[in-house]
């Protein structure tokens, strides 16, 4: 059982293909839960949150070590003021929950921060995608990732270099929660759309295209 | 809606945050600035003046600038022409400041406390 469960499930260290494949054996809507038939809700904390406690406690302990020290002529105590203020500024911003809610019944998703609503939007504006990352070497590393407009994005896999298990499990995942699935091209012949944005008119597409060209 | 809905998160939009980030750090180097000229032309208190933390003001300009050019870069590619303005005032500002600051420290090296260790 892993030490990372509800609200903490995205802030495990090893987040590689296999650990994702052994949570979706156990839930397969993951890393959402079904609170009814067709409406996906995912509460979690950003991970973000340990990294400014672990500056904060850091800058602080260092800080006391500081002042006990012997002084020399420069005076370093201004690098732990600002350890601590982007420590608290890290914790604060991040402190609250997040809920996401995927609702198929009214084809829209909910973002809330602290029970305020952030973001609502229609279902073609969230998607799965993989992600890759070249290393020195031309190597190329995918990561997993659910995001959408005004979302904040959730690594589900980071940096794997076997791209037909990663790409299985994406799609495996966005054909359960029934969302858009991109490939980590812009263009390609591997994305999965099942929502569509409205078909613009036709005046409003020579607007654009006119607006383009100028 | 209630209007501390935006202020629940204590934050700024990410295209926005790093160019806040070096007006911030801009403001608190003018303060030290003004402070550093005010003491060495008119009090003529050299030692209140900021040499004890010449290495803290380095990185921290440094770390200033190196955030307004990442803005300046990131603003250049989003074509968005206010937030351009906004990133490459950060960038000319902070530029000036580091100029103000090395100029001064060439004028005041004189009044340096002398260490011999």
Known sequence: ?214 | MSWKDPFVTVTFPSKVVLTIASILLLIIHTGVIIGDLYHFLGSQRVDLMSFHFTITLLFSQVASFYWALLATIYTLQAEDSVLMCFALTSLALNFAVFIVRFVMEFFTIAYREERYE
């Open chain 1, 1 to 214: 059982m892993s030490l990372f469960r509800g609200p903490f499930a995205l802030w495990d260290f090893n987040s590689s293909e296999r650990k994702l494949a052994q949570k979706l054996q156990g839930n397969k809507f993951f890393p959402f839960q079904v609170q009814q038939p067709k409406v996906f809700v995912m509460e979690y904390y950003k991970d973000v949150l340990w990294k400014g406690a672990l500056l904060f406690s850091l800058s602080l302990v260092a800080s006391v070590f500081y002042f006990k020290a012997e002084k020399g002529s420069q005076n370093f105590a201004g690098f732990f003021i600002y350890g601590i203020t982007i420590g608290l500024w890290l914790i604060a911003s991040n402190m609250n929950k997040r809920r996401l809610i995927i609702n198929h019944n009214k084809e829209l998703y909910q973002f809330y921060i602290k029970g305020r609503l952030w973001q609502e939007g229609p279902l073609y504006q969230i998607y799965v995608r993989l992600v890759a990352q070249r290393d020195s070497y031309g190597k190329l590393f995918y990561s997993l990732i659910i995001n959408g407009y005004r979302l904040e994005m959730l690594t589900l896999a980071s940096l794997s270099s076997k791209f037909e298990q990663i790409d299985v499990l994406g799609r495996r995942i966005a054909r359960h929660l029934n969302l858009n699935y991109f490939d980590y091209e812009d263009i390609s012949t591997r994305h999965v759309i099942r929502h569509k944005p409205p078909e613009i008119e036709e005046e409003e597409e020579e607007e654009l295209t006119g607006y383009q060209n100028v």
